[in-house]
């Protein structure tokens, strides 16, 4: 019988060894790069064994499904990392330690209204930006984020740690490196702006995080080289 604990350090032991080897190649400290284990799917059997595995940050991409798993894990960091629609956005504040896929300042503003209600200090975000201008994909557009900055990050709680996005699939793990040059040069001329906006670049998955941390991705989110392409239910249970 495989060994759940022992299956998940070893996967999270080389997808850190891959991050390690991507800042070596471009000199930097890979302290500076947090992995988000995405968990969407995986059961809830399976992930009581994170943390005993090292893997203290999961991300998930529906509120629905992460109030099944969040009441059983309370000591991870919890990350929303899927679209959130806004009236699902007083549950995610309820779940989530950080949302990553804040895409417009009207849900900026829901946000920041209901933590303020709710007597929340503090409410980690990032600004998901459509850097492809991909038309399936959700998001800031590039050109609008710097008006829009102004207006959110005037908002109160709120805490924008930078910004956000979803690559387009590509073939070859090279073929993402454009995506992730150009959320890095609209992330360094916002800042140029509004000195305020947090320096984190959310960007890279399974199959492209490595060009992205090579990019300056301070947060990759992988799931699949972490968990595997396993049905869910499929691992053993505890």
């Not at 800042?23 to 059961?43: F, H, M, N, W, Y």
């Not at 504040?93 to 829901?110: G, N, P, T």
Request: with cysteine; hydrophobic share 45%; net charge negative.
């Amino acid at each position: 019988m495989t060994d759940p604990v022992g299956s998940l350090v070893a996967a999270r032991q080389s997808v850190v060894a891959r991050i390690e080897a991507a800042c070596a190649r471009v000199e930097r400290d890979p302290s500076g790069v947090q992995l988000v284990a995405i968990s969407k799917t995986i059961s809830l059997e399976l992930l009581r064994h994170a943390p005993s595995a090292g893997l203290h940050a999961l991300g998930e991409n529906r509120v629905q499904e992460a109030a099944d798993k969040v009441p059983a894990l309370p000591d991870v960091e919890w990350h929303l990392v899927g679209r959130l629609q806004g009236n699902k956005a007083a549950k995610a504040l309820e779940l989530f330690s950080v949302i990553e896929s804040v895409d417009s300042v009207d849900l900026a503003a829901r946000l920041s209204r209901l933590a303020v209600e709710h007597g929340r200090e503090r409410v980690p975000v990032y600004l998901q930006v459509n850097v492809d201008a991909d038309p399936a994909k959700a998001g800031f557009q590039a050109s609008g984020l710097d008006a829009a900055l102004e207006a959110v990050l005037a908002l109160p709680v709120l805490e924008v740690r930078g910004l956000m996005t979803v690559g387009v699939l590509v073939d070859m793990p090279e073929e993402a490196r454009a995506t992730f040059v150009r959320l890095r040069g609209l992330a360094e001329t916002l800042r140029g702006r509004h000195p305020s906006l947090g320096a984190g670049l959310s960007m890279g998955m399974s199959d492209d995080f490595e060009v992205a941390v090579e990019e300056g991705s301070t947060l990759v989110r992988v799931g699949r080289a972490i968990f595997g392409e396993r049905p869910l239910g499929e691992w053993p249970a505890a």
